[in-house]
Each structure stands twice: as C-alpha cells, then as structure tokens.
C-alpha cells in the first residue's frame, strides 16, 4: 500500500506518479506486473476515481504502463523498451466504470447491444430535417460569410436570437451578455478556470454531472456535495456546507437534473437564492435540458436577473449532439472577461456552426421538432417507469419529462458490480458511483428513457434482484 499525504504540497496525483514510478525503478513492480484496478485502488488508496484515473493515465504517458482494454494496467519493462503484457483471462474483471470510461467510451459502440445508461439522445431523434434544411440555406450563402475566425463572443444574429429565447425562461439579456461556445462543456470548462483555484471549495449536485467534477478536480477544487432531493436540493445541507466551507460558487443542474430528472421547486430557488444572497456565492445554472421541458418552469436565472446567477445552455439535445454550440450568459462584466479566456483555449467558435444553428431556429419546423420530442420523451417515462416497477425498482421522482430516471432495487446495494454483471450481457447500464462528487459505491442507476424499451434490460434486473 502507497503512503499518500493529503496535505503535502505536492498532489495527490503526483505523489501516486512518483511512487509507482520508484517502485518499478526499483524492480519492486516487474514488467508485466497487473496494477490493481482503478476502483479498487482508489479504494484502498481512499483517493478519487479521477485522482487514480488521471495518474494512471499520466503513467501510460510517461511508459511506465501499458493500457490493456478491457483487461487493466501492465507495467513495461521500461520507458523506452516496451514489454507486452500477459493476456487478460477470461475472468480478469478489471473494468472500471469511472470518469474514465464515461469521457473516453461513452460514445462508441462498447461491444454493447443495449445502452440503457448512456446521456445521448437516439439519433432518429435528433432534428435531422432541420439540419438537412439548414445545410441547404447555407450552401446558397456567401462562403466569405463564415469562412474566417468570426466575432470573438460568437455569431452576432445567434446571440440576438439567444435573447429572445432566453425571454421563455423571464431571463432578460443584452447579446453583449451572451459568449457562444462549443457546447455546454465548453462554457462549463471556461467558467470553471475563471472561477475556482486550486484549494477552493465549491458546491456540486450530489449526485451530479460527472464530466464537471473531472473539470473541478483537474482545477484543483475540494468538491462538497449537495443532496438532490424530490425537490431540487437539500437546502439544510447547503446552508451547512456554506457556513463551514464558504465556497464561492455552485454549480448545479436545475431543470430535468442529470442523473436523478428531478427540478427545482419554485420554493426552493427562491431560498437558494436568498442563501446566495446571504452568503455571498455564484450559481453557475446548467439548464442544458430546457429545451425537453414542457412546463412554463422559470429559469433560476430569470428569478435573478443574471445578478448571481451564470446561465448555461446549448443545442445538443434539441438539435443534435453533432452541433457543438452552447453559450453562457451572465453579468456583461464577466462576459467580457471570459472572453480572453476563450480566445485563448481555442480562438472564436466555429461560425459555420452558429450560422447553421441559428438557421435551424428560424425555421418554423423546429418548435414542432422540440413539441414531438418532448411528447416521446414523455411517453418512454410511462414505459420505462411502467417496466422498472415491475421489475421490483424504485424510482426516485416520476418528472414524466427530459431524459432520466434514478431507479434502485431495494435488494442490490452496489449497482457498479450490477453494471458489471450487466456488461457480460452486453448491457451498458450507468451506476451511480459515477456521478457521485466522491465516486462512492450507491444502489442507483441511471435509466436513459429513449434507450430503455427493450426487454433484455428487464430480465437482467429481474435476476439481478435474487
């Protein structure tokens, strides 16, 4: 067992690096040597997933390991004379359902023939008309139009449109308040780097979005989670960590939420705006699931005005996934100081993307797209609620709306080794050790409705329960 020392002032993440580094030098780990798996040594080590992750990962960078799929971590011989690795057994079960897996596989097929627990839309569902469409607009167009880097804050017409969109959500703004980007992580990423320093406290959704949690800890942030409730968020919880911890900021996911579909009472973001008030911290507002909510919901940031509350959104669930647009949109003062910041990680954002997604919501078809892609949706949680209950699960909230549904049986307490179980089914299911800010082993699942009809995924749950 590797001696780690959370206060040092080197990382954890450097320290783990350096110490399976001395031991192989030292020939204590020999060529060919399996590591333990990333969750069992992150188990041990009472580290994150992401810590093991990252510095495994920066190991196989360096050549010390060698990636085998779905088999582990080897050592070489040697940086510079790689040795293979023993063929992983038939029984070997070193697959790891982490960060790791989700950022890197997700979206490839996996071998898998179900995928009940992947974030995507189906692509049938996507508004392919209107991108086809869009296309042909375009391909009439100028080409000197987006043919260079564009405007730094992004497509000048989208960000006007953006305006009045925001305006179904009461969020009144300015386009000079509004900084394209590409996608919702993007903003994320840029908000997270302005943001937070490393040794900062800042508030998640516990459980939550997983890729936010790799940005966080990446940046250096010390994660504190907030219970999502029936309701949103558990507001004693909140007000505790804040009165010990004194974060700066909270990101949270407040319509449909990933991974448990639940929302924000209209009590409960008025108090967590009064906490914010009191407090003095910003909301970073994920509402990238809008689009698929068919109630009159008003936007945490609409409550705000934009005074303490960062709205982000994109397109890839009411357009497609493919067309990589998002945007902030905040106080104007943070706009323009993010924006050096955006420039600087990638220069301006695709404009030939902004211009076809802003075709696409000129289009009178769209709104018709948005309407039958949130009655399916809505009839696919009628299924799939129908079929887990009779299965025995429980379901956290019924929201009847958006993508998800957090579901347990009563009878398994470990759902990432039901996901494992499920894998040699060729079922990719999404335990809920993967979004929880500490990555511990829980009983939830995550259920993507638009992939969960078929009866295969039944029967495994059904067995899985004796």
């Known amino acids: 067992m590797m001696l780690l020392d959370a206060s040092s002032s080197q990382s954890l993440v450097n320290q783990i690096v350096a110490g399976i580094t001395l031991a192989i030098n030292e020939q204590r780990l020999r060529p060919g040597t399996k590591l333990p798996s990333i969750r069992k040594f992150a188990q041990t080590h009472k580290v994150s997933h992401f810590t093991a992750v990252e510095a495994y990962d920066r190991l196989v960078a360096l050549g010390y390991l060698t990636a085998v799929r779905n088999a582990g971590f080897y050592v070489r011989s040697a940086p510079d ?18 960060a790791y897996l989700l950022l890197q596989k997700v979206f490839q097929p996996l071998g898998m023939d179900l995928r009940p627990g992947i974030g995507l839309l189906p692509e049938p569902w996507s508004d392919d008309d209107g991108v086809q469409r869009s296309l042909r607009a375009l391909s009439r167009r100028d080409p000197s139009e987006f043919t260079g880097y564009g405007h730094a804050k992004g497509c000048a017409n989208l960000r006007a449109r953006l305006v009045e969109k925001l305006l179904d959500t009461r969020v009144n703004a300015h386009p000079e308040q509004i900084l394209l980007t590409s996608g919702a992580s993007h903003a994320l ?12 406290s800042v508030l998640v959704d516990e459980p939550g979005y997983h890729n936010l949690f790799l940005n966080l800890r990446l940046q250096g942030a010390r994660l504190l989670g907030v219970p999502r409730t029936r ?10 960590q804040i009165r010990e911890h004194r974060p700066k900021v909270f990101f949270t996911n407040t319509r449909l939420q990933c991974p448990t579909g ?40 609409g409550m705000d005005q934009l005074a303490r509350v960062i709205y982000v959104a994109s397109f890839s669930k009411s357009i497609a996934p493919s067309l990589r647009v998002g945007f902030v949109a905040a106080h104007r003062d943070l706009i323009d100081e ?22 696409v919501l000129l289009q009178g078809r769209h709104r018709k797209h948005v309407k039958q892609l949130q009655a399916n949706l809505a009839l696919a949680h009628e299924q799939v609620a129908r079929k887990l209950e009779a299965v025995g699960m429980e379901i956290f909230v019924k929201p009847h709306a958006g993508l998800f549904l957090w579901a347990r049986h009563p009878q398994v307490e470990d759902a990432t080794a039901l996901a494992m179980d499920a894998r040699e089914h060729k079922i990719l299911l999404a335990p809920g050790q993967l979004f929880m800010p500490d990555a511990r082993v829980v009983p939830w699942l995550r259920f993507n409705v638009a992939h969960a009809q078929d009866e295969r995924i039944y029967r495994l749950l059904e067995q899985a329960a004796h």
Do not use: C, W
């Open 81 to 98: 004379t790689p040795a293979p690795p023993p063929m992983p057994s038939a029984s070997d079960d070193a697959f790891d359902f982490d």
């Open 189 to 200: 990423d840029l908000l997270v780097r302005y943001l937070v320093h490393r040794g900062d």
């Open 231 to 240: 309701d949103g968020i558990d507001l004693d919880v909140l007000e505790a």
């Open 262 to 301: 639940t929302s924000l009472t209209l009590a409960v973001a008025h108090r967590l705006l009064q906490l914010a008030e009191k407090y003095d911290f910003l909301i970073v507002e994920n509402d990238i699931y809008a689009d698929l909510d068919p109630s009159d919901q008003q936007a945490l940031a």
């Open 338 to 359: 993010l924006v050096p910041l955006k420039m600087a990680s990638g220069l301006t954002t695709s404009a030939i993307a902004e211009e076809l997604a802003l075709e």
